[in-house]
C-alpha cells in the first residue's frame, strides 16, 4: 500500500514539474514590454500621428488602440474625461494597433474623416466606439455600414470608400502597427505616458502617471 501511495505522489510530482515547465516555457515565449530606456521616441510617436491636446504640453499619452476593440470602447469615456480635467496640459497621440476582422476598413473611415478635418477625425472614432456592437466582431466586410457612418459625418460616399480601401491606409496601419511590436505592444488599449509603459490598465495608475509627468 505504502508502494503504491509512494509510486502515486512520484507521478503526481513529475506531472506537477512538467506543467510547471510548460507554464515558464509559454511565459518566457511571450513578448515583453520595453523599458522606457529603450524605447525611441520615433517608435512611439511618428512627424504625422494625430493628437489632441496642445503639441507642446508637458505630458504625452500615447494610446495604441483598434477601432474594433471593445476594450478600447470601454475606456474611451473615461480617456475623454481625463483629457478634459487636464486640458491644455495632456496631449493624447493616437497610433492603430490592428487586431480585428473589420479593423483596416474602420481606421480607414476615421483617416477619410480626417481629410475633412482634424475635429471629424476624433468624432468619427468617437461614432465607431458608439456604433461598435453593430459592426464589430463581423466576419464580412462592413463596408456599406461604414459608408453609412461617413453619410452621418457628411461625409462623401464614394472619397471615403477610395480612403477605406487605399493602400495608403494598409501601409499606414502596417507601420503603426510594427512600431507597436517594436515597443512590446500584444494588446489593444495599450497607453505609454511620456514614453514609459502603463503599469495597468486603470483609470487611477493613468492619472498617476499624468500627475508624475506634471511634477517633474
Known amino acids: 500500500m505504502n508502494r503504491q501511495n509512494n509510486r ?23 513578448p515583453k514590454p520595453q ?12 512627424p504625422d500621428s494625430p493628437f489632441l491636446g496642445p503639441a507642446d504640453a508637458k505630458v504625452t499619452i500615447v ?13 474611451e469615456p473615461a480617456l475623454m474625461d481625463v483629457m478634459q480635467k ?8 493616437a497610433r492603430y494597433f490592428p487586431l480585428h476582422s473589420n479593423s483596416t476598413l474602420a481606421a480607414g473611415l476615421i483617416e477619410a474623416a480626417a481629410q475633412d478635418s482634424a475635429d471629424k477625425r476624433w468624432r468619427m472614432r468617437d461614432y465607431l466606439f458608439q456604433k461598435q456592437r453593430e459592426w464589430g466582431e463581423q466576419q464580412t466586410a462592413q463596408t456599406d455600414k461604414f459608408l453609412d457612418y461617413a453619410e452621418d459625418m457628411g461625409l462623401d460616399r ?12 494598409r ?38 502617471a499624468i500627475q508624475e509627468g506634471l511634477n517633474e
Not at 487636464?86 to 497621440?93: D, K, P, T
Open 158 to 169: 464614394s472619397k471615403a470608400q477610395a480612403t477605406m480601401e487605399s493602400a495608403a491606409v
Open 86 to 93: 487636464y486640458n491644455g496640459e495632456v496631449r493624447l497621440v
Open 171 to 208: 501601409d499606414l496601419l502596417a507601420r503603426d502597427r510594427k512600431d507597436g511590436e517594436a515597443v512590446g505592444v500584444t494588446g489593444t488599449p495599450t497607453f505609454f505616458v511620456n514614453g514609459k509603459p502603463l503599469p495597468e490598465l486603470s483609470l487611477e495608475a493613468l492619472e498617476n
Open 35 to 46: 523599458s522606457s530606456a529603450a524605447i525611441s521616441t520615433e517608435q512611439l510617436i511618428r
Open 8 to 30: 502515486a505522489l512520484l507521478i503526481l510530482t513529475l506531472a506537477l514539474a512538467v506543467i510547471a515547465g510548460l507554464l515558464m516555457f509559454n511565459l518566457a515565449k511571450r
Open 63 to 75: 494610446e495604441f488602440f483598434d477601432p474594433e476593440c471593445e476594450s478600447c470602447a470601454a475606456v
